[in-house]
């Protein structure tokens, strides 16, 4: 079971971001994994026609995709024009999404706060623990914000609140989640969440730098990247796939 994982693409008009996911969605298309997440900022500033491109471009791939929404986006702008794409649990409010993958279980809480960077799980753990309580096989669960702590402080001011209640509520269920998959802070990071891997994603705008107790800015040279899991006899391994940037001067 292959679970390929996209997250902040911040599209805007001049499109660099969306070429970079052109050449991200080219890669699955041969790649074909058996679904698709996206975790999040597909669009910055409310721009409508880039949520309707990034919607053409993921039209073009044959595997079911689920969408989270980030704390860029516009929640009401990306319903409209994705709909032909992503489902969501409810047809307003918080934008969760549930769904099966071959015996894979897939959840999407939206901890989005409006007009805030951070997030907060605790006011969806309802919903979650709801969702949660039939599910016997494995399970992965995505968020935009992640609910621990990345080591870079800036980042870190703007993650998931709550992430102890969180931890609380997994921990009552009868199976915890293989992982608890985010985006959020443009570079992949891996850690726990009590005894449960939480990773990040990369970006498919420019990564972070890597800004680690106190050490310098230095510049970025990590690339573009996202995440491919693979889930097998109930583990998981993840991958990260770079996006090479062309050659400006090509």
Known sequence: MLVAQISDIHARPD???????????GWLRTFRPDVLV?????????????YRLVAESLRSLDCPVHLLPGNGDDAQLMRSELAAVGTWINATGPMHFRTAVNSLTLLGVDVTVADQSY???????????NSLADVTAPSLLFMHQPPFSIGIGVLDQVGCSNGSALLSTLE??????????CGHVHRPAFG????IPAQTCGSLCPPNPLLLEGRAD????DAPSFLVHEVSD????????????PDSGA
Do not use: F, N
């Open 15 to 25: 499109l660099s971001s969306l070429q970079t996911l052109e050449r991200a969605i």
């Open 192 to 195: 726990r969440l009590g005894i």
């Open 234 to 245: 109930g583990r998981l391994v993840s991958h990260v796939v770079s996006v090479p940037v």
């Open 38 to 50: 996206i975790t999040g900022d597909l669009v910055d500033d409310g721009w409508r026609q880039g």
């Open 218 to 221: 230095l510049s970025v040279i």
């Open 172 to 181: 009552a269920m009868d199976r915890l989640p293989l992982a608890i998959l």
């Open 119 to 129: 997030g907060d799980v605790l006011p969806h753990l309802p919903w979650l623990m």
